[in-house]
């Protein structure tokens, strides 16, 4: 630079004197004196004057360039530039960029590390999330290798979940799925941005039916870059949808049942088919039992649907249940006695007192007892008592019969709605709503229990079990 | 008017058998019924009726049950078969055809039209033998 400077001062220091002697030479030529070197001088400071033009005019060049690249890009170094006065410059510009890159690239290595970390933590979570759902999720890419599946998935189709990654999905499934493969590459061709089936499993839980959801995850350019399938077991609403179904269809069918009777007999009353009084009598007689019947089927429908959905009104009450069955027994008796079966009952003298809703736990008692006779044949017996258990705070009420029993396989069923034992059907006529209403008032209204014991040709054992009342209620009350 | 001609009905709700066996002897039907299945075919088979009615849900054995089995005898196959139903879709056209049943009535059913079927049935039967 020094060498420099001392080069541009030399050449300054000449173009001036030359300068100055040609001024000279031009007066002393004026007045005829000639100075023969004059015009050389004068040629030597013209070229002196331009390089230092030009000189100057690059040095703003570079000035400029300098600029636009600190304007540009302030982290990357400049480039060095040919004056020596500006290499100067854009070397000390240069150290104290570097100083500012290594300290932002520091800053920004840290941010990075720190992204990193918390994008690692969300991609642990959102696996743990998947891994977690109980629908089975399987991943695949466009070469139908797996790029995820979670425990689900795994448990479904039989294989280990934490290494399917990169498994062609064939080799972990098809042998047990084949058309769950086909669907996948069905959907992938079609391209379908949602496509749904349902897939039938059979395996150790036993046969069950998955909702299989499938959707096309496309890149950019509309290429189909993987397909996500989400298999939700549809198992229980199936059973569900089928349980509506036969419930829909069962009471259609005891409706139209009673129906068909008032229906039948009032057109062959109008069409004057029965001949005498006594016949018109009889059809009379039946379009009524059958009303009531129609109607006692609709109460009971309607009871147990109130109960069901939790719209039915609960009065609970301290009750003494053996006051409550006696008050029973005195309206079956009659009805007994018609068929000629025996009541026995025993009063407890201790202390059996109930909360309860005293309707409700009557309706019990009264479909308990009539069951008993209506499936008991002449000169049989019913035998009902309540038993109290202080330590538990409990009390049982039985109703034995002799009747017709129930066969083993079909004691199961008994408290299902409009379920009737096949074989005893003729025996005597039921809604099979009766046991269903039992169970739902004491199991749901009132936290009990009911119980069925069976044999066929010997007789049967309905009951039910409730919680005892505080002495303080009792007295409170 | 086919009269003479034995029917048997069979169900389980013995209004309907009742009812059905007065309209059809006021009209010169001889009618045998049954309360199930099992005791039904035991007629068919003993009493050889002209025409069956049977409800569909019976204890024992069903309707559908029933119509099988008298398919299967050398006695009723060809006896012609109405049936009485509470419930819908139970039989398919298919099933309809394939057990040879008549005609399909469903409940709650007309006692007059009950019998213009068994009349046109009969008739038909008559016709082609």
Known sequence: LRRERSFYCVVAAFAALTLVYCALGFWAERDGVFVPAASVFCGAAAVGVIWLGWSFVRAGGEITSIATQLNCDQTHQIKPCRSAWLKVLTEALNNRLSDETSAQLKEQLKQLQIQNKLLSAQKTHIDQVIYSIRDAIIVVDEFDKVLLANEAAGRLFGFDFATAANKPVSELVEGAKPEFVDFLRQSRTSRAPGSRKEIDFDDAEGPRVFDCRVSCVCDDGGRVCAVVAVLHDITREKEIAQMKNDFVSHVSHELKTPLASIMAYSEMLTDGEANDEQ????????????????????????????????????????????????????????????????????????????????????????????????????GGTVHVFTEVDEISKKVTVKVVDTGVGIPADELEHVFDKFYRVGANKPQAKGTGLGLSLVKQIVEKVHGGNVFVQSKVGAGSTFGFELGLATEVVTAKS | MMTGKKVLVVDDEIHIVHVVAIKLRNNGYEVISAQDGTEAFELAVSQKPDIIVTDYQMPTMNGIELVGKLRQNAQTNKTPVIMLTARSFVIEDDQQQQLGISEVLSKPFSPKELLRSIEDILYAKAVAD
Not at chain 1, 364 to 370: E, K, M, Q, R, Y
């Open chain 1, 279 to 378: 016949t018109r009598n009889e059809f009379y007689s039946v379009i009524r039992t059958q009303a009531q019947r129609l109607n006692r089927l609709i109460e009971d429908i309607l009871n147990i649907a109130r109960i069901e959905s939790g719209l039915v009104k609960v009065e609970k009450q301290p009750v003494s249940l053996a006051i409550l069955m006696e008050e029973q027994l005195q309206m079956i008796r009659s009805f007994a006695q018609e068929k000629d079966i025996r009541i026995c009952s025993e009063k407890p003298i201790v202390h059996d007192c109930v909360l309860v809703d005293k309707d409700m736990v009557s309706q019990v008692i009264v479909n308990l007892l009539s069951n008993a006779v209506k499936y008991t044949k002449p």
